[in-house]
């Protein structure tokens, strides 16, 4: 079942942050540079290992050999991969949750309509799996050590102007709708209204959402005006 973020009298169209062009644009280029691999490039160890684990599970279902999906599959596994750690924040809870969304794509491979966005039809399988493993840790958890909740905490920032750590430690201090929204609008390069269609929200809520997590992101990473963003180049 769909968990969409219903809009509130503070979520709404008219409620956008103007934070600037150039702002705005260094901003994407920073998620993009730490979530999306670039088009051509090898895949990283950790990524060949998930297609390496995926190819296992395709061969124990001896099931019709569909190389076209297959492929497609694994195309989208860069962007299903960064959208996933922007979710939980940990690297084995990343690869867990795209290993799952990769099976439940290739299980419902026929439910697929050729011709349409084959990311956004995973983004919604990896949304959905992301609110259903929320869930069950909710039910399953009662966290009194807090050993669960410490896996979700961002770990300190190393070293450098804007780390990996660090960019995961500022994220997660947006509300998981605006992050949502801004990973699929400013890292992965979905228009509003494609974003819309796959959180299952109006265009207006996402807009709203986005401008939001780029303002609170350009005060925290100091990019007070466009001059500023040389703190991150």
């Given at each position: 079942m769909d968990e969409s973020f219903p809009a509130t009298s503070s979520d709404v169209e008219e409620d956008v942050v103007d934070i600037g062009v150039q702002v705005r644009k260094h901003l994407g280029t920073v998620l993009q540079s730490y979530f999306v691999l670039p088009a051509g490039a090898e895949l990283p160890q950790r990524l060949a290992y998930?297609?390496?684990?995926?190819?296992d599970g395709i061969e124990t279902l001896k099931?019709?050999?569909d190389d076209v999906f297959r492929d497609a599959l694994i195309g989208a596994l860069p962007a299903l991969r960064g959208?996933?750690?922007?979710?939980?924040?940990?690297?084995?809870r990343a690869d867990d949750l795209?290993?799952?969304?990769l099976a439940k794509g290739w299980a419902n491979r026929n439910r697929f309509r050729p011709g349409t966005n084959m990311n956004a039809w995973l983004f919604t399988i990896l949304r959905n799996q992301?609110?259903?493993?929320?869930?069950?840790a909710r039910r399953e958890v009662e966290d009194a050590d807090g050993t669960h909740a410490g896996t979700l905490v961002a770990p300190p920032e190393q070293e450098g102007v804007v780390s990996l750590r660090g960019l995961q430690d500022r994220l997660a201090g947006i509300p998981e709708a605006q992050?949502?929204?801004?990973?699929?609008?400013g890292a992965e390069g979905y228009t509003y209204e494609e974003a819309a269609e796959v959180l299952k929200c109006k265009v207006?809520?996402?807009?709203?959402?986005?401008?939001r997590a780029r303002a609170y992101l350009s005060e925290v990473l100091g990019l007070g005006d466009a001059a500023s963003t040389?703190?991150?180049?």
């Amino acid at each position: 079942m769909d968990e969409s973020f219903p809009a509130t009298s503070s979520d709404v169209e008219e409620d956008v942050v103007d934070i600037g062009v150039q702002v705005r644009k260094h901003l994407g280029t920073v998620l993009q540079s730490y979530f999306v691999l670039p088009a051509g490039a090898e895949l990283p160890q950790r990524l060949a290992y998930l297609v390496e684990r995926f190819d296992d599970g395709i061969e124990t279902l001896k099931t019709r050999p569909d190389d076209v999906f297959r492929d497609a599959l694994i195309g989208a596994l860069p962007a299903l991969r960064g959208f996933a750690f922007s979710l939980v924040g940990d690297a084995s809870r990343a690869d867990d949750l795209v290993q799952e969304t990769l099976a439940k794509g290739w299980a419902n491979r026929n439910r697929f309509r050729p011709g349409t966005n084959m990311n956004a039809w995973l983004f919604t399988i990896l949304r959905n799996q992301f609110y259903s493993d929320k869930r069950k840790a909710r039910r399953e958890v009662e966290d009194a050590d807090g050993t669960h909740a410490g896996t979700l905490v961002a770990p300190p920032e190393q070293e450098g102007v804007v780390s990996l750590r660090g960019l995961q430690d500022r994220l997660a201090g947006i509300p998981e709708a605006q992050r949502i929204a801004l990973m699929m609008v400013g890292a992965e390069g979905y228009t509003y209204e494609e974003a819309a269609e796959v959180l299952k929200c109006k265009v207006g809520t996402v807009k709203s959402r986005v401008s939001r997590a780029r303002a609170y992101l350009s005060e925290v990473l100091g990019l007070g005006d466009a001059a500023s963003t040389d703190a991150l180049a």
